[in-house]
């Protein structure tokens, strides 16, 4: 609608104007009154729709108001073709400029966190951009118009407002305070065509008289156009941006444009016009660089702040992963200490945190003292600190270890209160390329707690005794796979009724046959197992199989029966004995086949329970052994309690039955003990001749070891059974666990 407006009154203008018939004024001064009308129905309309930009939208308001009050009253004036410049109405268009500074002030979609900042930015962008624009038109202008003083100002004046206006469009979307591209390139090019068409009044040679033509309106009509349509423009809700101050080169720019200014200083007649943009642009610079200076000053200190610990003003947590990523990426040889405060929390509960934050700033002070000044010192939190040395020697590691920890025994003074703080130091050496920093802290935090578990106050990191080290997280994995992959095997030990010397008995022993590393112990992997919670499948397993492998050898005609060991969590489970129940009635095997090795511990976890359970397995006809006899608490009451058929004296007392009296007289009781309660009797770890004579003469019922009969596969022991002769077989020295 506006543009057809001025469309048609153009043309009207133009017609009328070439032959001659209507003045200019009688057909513009009602074609602008009614464009301009349009205009502001449709702003005043998006300012009734749009609550929250109703104020920005007032003031484009009424800065369109006034130009188009003083635009009608100058062409109202016009006497011919031309009226004396400035008219009576020129106030209002410096008003009309002051409006559509105020509406892009406040016609932003999101304001900048740090406004003295983007402020600063803005001047520095618009008068770097000023003094080129200043430098292209004054000069111009100035050659053209023969004008200077206040007259060739006035030319000036408005080409150079409207210049303004489109650089501070500019600066707001560089700085994404306009997150709307098009918003911003429509208003960007509204003022830039006022800026054309200003200029090119200034340019017409006599600037001291008004002279328009038809492609002047049109420009002017144009550039109003499109400014009300960018601001009618609903404002962005999406950002997709990081808010952000003007760049480097950008600024940098800028000043040398202004410095390029002053140096080549123009003469005189143009030089106030020039200056001042050139000045006031390095003034923003100056300050600009000072506001920058001062942030990095205090973002190092913020950074230091960040990575120093307020209480013992040590580096903390993340210096030391700073220090660690260093370290690493240098390839320079470490140690990384993690020290832990035995019974802080007592002093903590005790006393009060106020002594508790006493004691560990003095803490980090005997550290300091003792580890010297070339060792880095850091707070982690807590009770926790860390130790970074430069070097690998682990006797000199242990020896400052050891000092730290003789310099923390020494007595502080508390609250009147003397009190000795003992430590547990995990030290791991750190020179490795294939790990980082934080595999690093978990090795030197898993040697801290082997120090406190063991209680010796200082442990070098040692994979064996990490249960979460790579290689063993990879074996439970290989696990999991081998358990579906049929890679766990049964094999069996024969036990030998010790009066006779024939086979009375088989336990059945876990192994696992490994793709790459062949036969792995049970003592590597049931660790594993047990960690990875595939303990409850791998004892279904074993008892599944071992059922399986009792059906054949009865059809091979050797009937023996089976001893199965049973770990206390599995036994005292849901699902196991359920399981056992159900396999032996579907698989039609007599209960009084098999026998539940069970060891101490299950007794001590939870007694009642295993006492109901064990009574259930009775019942079921499931004969029960305690292995281990002997390792643990060897309560008799459980023995006179509990419905137990078989004692399994423990291969530690047994080795030493031949030549340690003191060995032999407690097995000896041990085997009286047992008779008199009507309960069987099994040595396990028979290895020499001189043992099984040493059992045997003490009335063992059962013995079992490497010296009689290694564990061997199914298919072995039916060959070996079936074929056996009387013999004593000599252990292997490279002797297996036999569980």
């Not at 407006?5 to 009614?34: C, D, K, R």
């Amino acid at each position: 609608m506006p543009v057809v407006v001025m469309a048609v009154g153009l043309a009207v203008n133009w017609v009328a104007g070439w032959f001659g018939e209507v003045e200019t004024a009688t057909i513009l001064v009602p074609t602008m009154g009614v464009f301009f009308t349009v205009l502001l129905v449709r702003l005043s309309l998006a300012a009734y729709l749009h609550a929250d930009r109703r104020m920005t939208l007032v003031l484009l308001l009424a800065a369109i108001t006034s130009w188009a009050i003083g635009s009608i009253s100058v062409n109202t004036t016009l006497d011919g073709s031309t009226t004396e410049f400035p008219a009576d109405g020129e106030w209002l268009f410096m008003l009309s400029y002051l409006g559509m500074a105020g509406f892009l002030v406040r016609d932003i979609d999101r304001r900048q966190s740090r406004p003295a900042r983007a402020w600063l930015d803005i001047v520095i962008i618009c008068g770097g951009t000023a003094c080129l624009a200043c430098l292209m038109l004054v000069t111009p202008v100035r050659v053209v118009s023969h004008q200077e003083g206040v007259p060739l100002l006035l030319a000036l004046i408005y080409p150079l407002a409207d210049v303004v206006l489109a650089l501070l469009v500019l600066s707001q979307a560089l700085l994404q305070m306009r997150i709307d591209r098009r918003k911003s390139w429509i208003l960007g090019l509204g003022f830039t065509l006022l800026a054309v068409a200003d200029s090119g009044f200034a340019l017409l040679g006599s600037a001291s008289t008004y002279d328009f033509s038809n492609l002047r309106y049109t420009v002017w009509g144009a550039a109003f156009l499109l400014i009300v349509t960018a601001a009618c423009m609903p404002p962005k809700t999406v950002i997709k941006v990081v808010p952000q101050v003007a760049g480097t080169p950008i600024l940098v720019g800028a000043g040398i444009v202004a410095l390029a200014v002053l140096a080549f200083r123009p003469d005189d007649a143009v030089a106030s016009y020039i200056l001042p943009p050139a000045i006031l642009t390095l003034a923003a610079v100056a300050a600009r660089m000072a506001l920058a200076l001062r942030d990095a000053n205090r973002a190092n200190e913020a950074f230091a702040l960040s990575e120093t610990d307020d209480l013992t003003k040590l580096p903390n947590r993340r210096a030391v992963r700073a220090w660690l990523a260093a370290d690493l990426a240098a390839r320079r040889p470490m140690a990384l200490m993690l020290l832990d405060l035995d019974g802080f929390k007592e002093i903590n509960d005790s006393l009060g945190h106020r002594a508790g934050d006493t004691v560990l700033t003095m803490v980090a002070v005997r550290i300091r003292e003792s580890v010297g000044p070339r060792v880095r010192v850091a707070r982690l939190g807590g009770d926790e600190f860390a130790i970074v040395v430069a070097g690998t020697d682990e006797i000199a590691l242990m020896e400052t270890a050891h000092g730290v920890l003789r310099e923390l025994a020494k007595p502080l003074l508390v609250e009147g209160i003397e009190i000795s703080l003992g430590a547990s130091i995990g030290v791991t050496v750190v020179d490795e390329a294939s790990i980082d920093g934080s595999e690093a802290m978990r090795r030197a935090d898993v040697a801290m707690y082997q120090a406190k578990s063991s209680g010796l106050g200082v442990a070098l990191y040692d994979a064996e005794l990490d249960e979460f080290s790579r290689s063993r997280l990879q074996l439970a994995e290989d696990l999991r796979r081998a358990l579906n992959d049929g890679q766990i095997e049964v094999w069996y030990q024969p036990q030998l009724d010790a009066a006779t010397m024939e086979v009375a008995g088989l336990e059945a022993l876990v192994r696992w046959r490994h793709p790459q590393q062949g036969v792995v112990s049970p003592v590597t992997f049931l660790p594993a197992a047990r960690r990875a919670g595939l303990m409850a499948k791998l004892s279904e397993l074993v008892a599944r199989r071992a059922v399986e492998d009792l059906i054949e050898r009865r059809r091979a005609g050797i009937d023996l029966r089976v001893a199965i060991n049973c770990a206390p969590p599995e036994l005292l489970g849901p699902s196991f004995l359920p399981m056992l129940y159900t396999l032996l009635s579907e698989r039609d095997i007599s209960p009084d086949s098999l026998v539940l090795e069970v060891t101490e511990d299950s007794f001590l976890a939870d007694p009642q329970h295993t006492h109901d359970l064990l009574l259930t397995l009775r019942s079921h006809g499931v004969q029960v052994s305690i292995d281990d006899y002997g390792t643990g608490f060897s309560s008799l009451a459980y023995l006179r309690n509990l419905p137990v058929q078989e004692l399994k004296i423990d291969r530690g007392l047994i080795g030493n039955v031949a030549t340690d009296a003191r060995s032999r007289m407690i097995v000896a009781s041990t085997i009286q003990l047992a008779h008199a309660l009507e309960l069987r009797i099994v040595a396990e770890g028979v290895e020499n001749a001189a043992d099984l004579t040493e059992l045997v003469a003490m009335g063992i019922d059962t013995v079992q070891g490497y010296h009689l009969a290694r564990p061997m596969t199914a298919d072995e022991l039916n060959r070996w059974i079936l074929g056996r002769t009387l013999t004593t077989h000599h252990p292997d020295d490279d002797k297996e666990e036999s569980r």
